[in-house]
């Protein structure tokens, strides 16, 4: 499936608002098995967007937590120490 310009802009945009694969065909009018397959298919244009636009979102609320926790903010420390605790995981075993 080929994708024009204005709907790569618009997979990103998805992508940041963390919008749902299901969401994202209907807001683009196409079905949502193409879309579950194109944001699975790591050789396809709109994987690239969409998924570049959700990472940097996660990009930004990590941030922003980590600035939150050292801040001194509880609920963001617990955050951070999950995210924390993840990595450790990923790397771990």
């Given at each position: 499936?080929?994708?024009?310009?204005?709907?790569?802009?618009?997979?990103?945009?998805?992508?940041?608002?963390?919008?749902?694969p299901?969401?994202?065909?209907?807001?683009?009018?196409?079905?949502?098995?193409e879309?579950?397959?194109?944001?699975?298919?790591?050789?396809?244009?709109?994987f690239?967007?969409?998924?570049?636009?959700?990472?940097?979102?996660?990009?930004?609320?990590?941030a922003?937590?980590?600035?939150?926790?050292?801040?001194?903010?509880?609920?963001?420390?617990?955050?951070?120490?999950?995210?924390?605790?993840?990595?450790?995981?990923?790397?771990?075993?």
């Amino acid at each position: 499936m080929h994708l024009t310009a204005e709907q790569l802009a618009t997979l990103n945009n998805c992508g940041k608002l963390l919008l749902p694969p299901a969401d994202v065909a209907f807001y683009m009018q196409l079905s949502t098995d193409e879309v579950e397959l194109m944001l699975k298919d790591a050789g396809h244009a709109g994987f690239d967007a969409y998924h570049a636009g959700r990472i940097n979102t996660e990009l930004e609320l990590r941030a922003s937590i980590l600035k939150y926790a050292k801040a001194g903010s509880s609920p963001a420390q617990t955050m951070a120490k999950q995210l924390l605790d993840s990595l450790k995981s990923k790397f771990d075993g």
